[in-house]
């Protein structure tokens, strides 16, 4: 099993340009995560998927959209990316909320 | 909404010598509580978990964790640290049944020869 796969790995924008990162899981889990980690402040969660066809905002969900377009997927794009957003994004996964976190290799952004 | 309040951010400490890893949370309900660590480079993972009964949880690696309500703390313990658990650590926590998880800032332990 490839667990949880995230793309790009690594990206560079310029303020202003939109982009779309892609997250997909294999485990068939019902939940899915976007999180961002900044030195000094944890991870902060973007938004999550309880199931296929839901999503809720979590801590930081400005300046972010996202899609669950299956059980396997959830995308995070930013409409017009700012400096703030430079940060390192990580997708997770798992079965339920008594469970733990599968996490993707993660996303290194930058947005100059 | 929960919270989670981790209040050291680098504890050094040296080899062989007992850790704690101090936790708090902010919850007027019940909650799951979890403690993850991350390598350098590397991705997080699960150490321990509370989700009801005992108290005292013990995770991989030695560590453990003891839930106290009634000072809404989930401090972990190692009773001897060796070099390799050199890492950031990451309380989080949830309302009992939400999908939703909050982690803390993170205290990074650095294991001294």
């Known amino acids: 099993n490839a667990g949880v796969t995230q793309t790009p790995k690594f990206q560079v924008l310029k303020t202003g340009q939109s982009m779309t990162l892609q997250c997909a899981q294999d485990?068939?889990?019902?939940?899915m995560y976007w999180y961002r980690q900044d030195p000094g402040m944890g991870l902060r969660l973007i938004y999550y998927?309880?199931?296929?066809?839901?999503?809720d905002k979590g801590e930081v969900p400005n300046g972010y959209n996202v899609s669950r377009l299956n059980k396997r997927e959830f995308s995070l794009r930013l409409e017009s990316a700012a400096p703030s957003q430079t940060s390192v994004y990580f997708c997770?996964?798992?079965?339920?909320?008594?469970?733990?976190?599968?996490f993707g290799s993660g996303t290194q952004l930058s947005v100059l | 909404a929960q919270s989670v309040t981790q209040l050291d951010s680098q504890v050094p400490v040296f080899e062989e010598a007992p850790v704690e890893l101090r936790c708090n949370y902010s919850?007027?309900?019940?909650?799951?509580l979890f403690w993850y660590v991350q390598y350098p480079n590397q991705g997080l993972q699960l150490l321990l978990k509370?989700?009801?009964?005992?108290?005292l949880v013990k995770g991989i690696n030695g560590f453990e964790a003891e839930f106290n309500k009634s000072q809404t703390s989930f401090h972990l313990r190692k009773p001897s640290v060796h070099i390799s658990d050199t890492a950031e650590y990451f309380c989080?926590?949830?309302?009992?049944?939400?999908?939703?998880?909050?982690f803390g800032t993170g205290t990074r332990l650095t294991v001294i020869p």
């Open positions: 989080a926590v949830s309302q009992t049944g939400a999908n939703n998880l909050f």
């Open positions: 509370y989700l009801s009964g005992s108290t």
């Open positions: 485990m068939n889990h019902n939940s």
């Open positions: 919850s007027s309900v019940s909650v799951y």
């Open positions: 998927s309880a199931s296929e066809g839901t999503t």
């Open positions: 997770a996964s798992r079965p339920g909320p008594w469970e733990k976190l599968f």
